[in-house]
């Protein structure tokens, strides 16, 4: 049974850090590059970083450029991102998102809300 489940997701104050952990099971993670996206409330879905599976890392997304890192373990089956200098426009359900060809795989999210 193929799997994404993201851990990591909570209440954090401006300016502060989070660490979101991806964790994939039922195929071969290693063969997949890994996204990750976020919606905030009313908006659209959209892509954040991208890494391949041979751990290339394609630009960010301007607004999160120099705040946000993604990497991947494939010894772990495990993708992360880690996010500093959390903003309350960063407020939004994370989702990684695994591809290699047509073969799409999504997590479930976990939310992330940056308040004081």
């Known amino acids: 049974q193929v799997q994404l489940v993201e851990s990591g997701g909570a209440l954090v104050q401006p300016g502060g850090s989070l660490r979101l952990s991806c964790a994939a099971s039922?195929?071969?993670?290693?063969?997949?590059?890994m996204r990750w996206y976020r919606q905030a409330p009313g908006k659209e879905r959209v892509r954040i970083a991208k890494?391949?599976?041979?751990?290339?890392?394609?630009n960010y997304e301007d607004s999160v450029t120099g705040r946000f890192t993604i990497s991947r373990d494939n010894a772990k089956n495990t993708a992360y991102l880690q996010m500093n200098s959390l903003k309350p426009e960063d407020t939004a359900v994370y989702y990684c998102?695994?591809?290699?060809?047509?073969?799409?795989?999504w997590g479930q999210g976990t939310q992330v809300t940056v308040s004081s």
């Open positions: 998102h695994a591809r290699r060809s047509q073969s799409v795989y």
């Open positions: 039922g195929f071969n993670f290693s063969n997949y590059d």
């Open positions: 890494i391949t599976n041979t751990g290339f890392i394609y």
